[in-house]
């Protein structure tokens, strides 16, 4: 069975930073792409960062992330991290770690895992 696991979520003030953390296991291919996205309340789910199989990283969300987050990756670990600096109230949102076969679109196609809340005041 695929698992994703996410970790690292909480509550911080403006400015602060979080470095979220998403486990994998039993993933069905190997080709396969693995990313972070993100769902506030009211709003649709969006991508934040993305990582290929190959290692190439694909930053999302324009200029409202742009700089402020960094998603890494420790393959012997099948572990994917994404490290959030001078986090902003408008961060606030559920973060979902996603994997999916590359090429296909993650949003109808991705396994998920069940989230962790990032909340900033």
């Known amino acids: 069975d695929v698992q994703l696991v996410e970790s690292g979520g909480g509550s911080v003030q403006a400015g602060g930073s979080l470095r979220l953390s998403c486990a994998a296991s039993g993933l069905p291919f190997v080709n396969f792409c693995m990313g972070w996205f993100r769902q506030a309340p009211g709003k649709e789910r969006e991508g934040v960062a993305a990582i290929a199989s190959g290692g190439l990283i694909t930053y999302y969300g324009g200029d409202s992330m742009k700089g402020r987050f960094t998603l890494s990756q420790d393959t012997a670990k099948k572990e994917m991290y994404l490290q959030m600096e001078s986090l902003k109230p408008e961060d606030t949102a559920m973060y979902y770690c996603?994997?999916?076969?590359?090429?296909?679109?993650?949003?109808?196609?991705?396994?998920w895992g069940q989230g962790t809340q990032v909340t900033v005041s």
């Open positions: 996603g994997s999916w076969r590359c090429g296909m679109n993650p949003f109808s196609d991705a396994y």
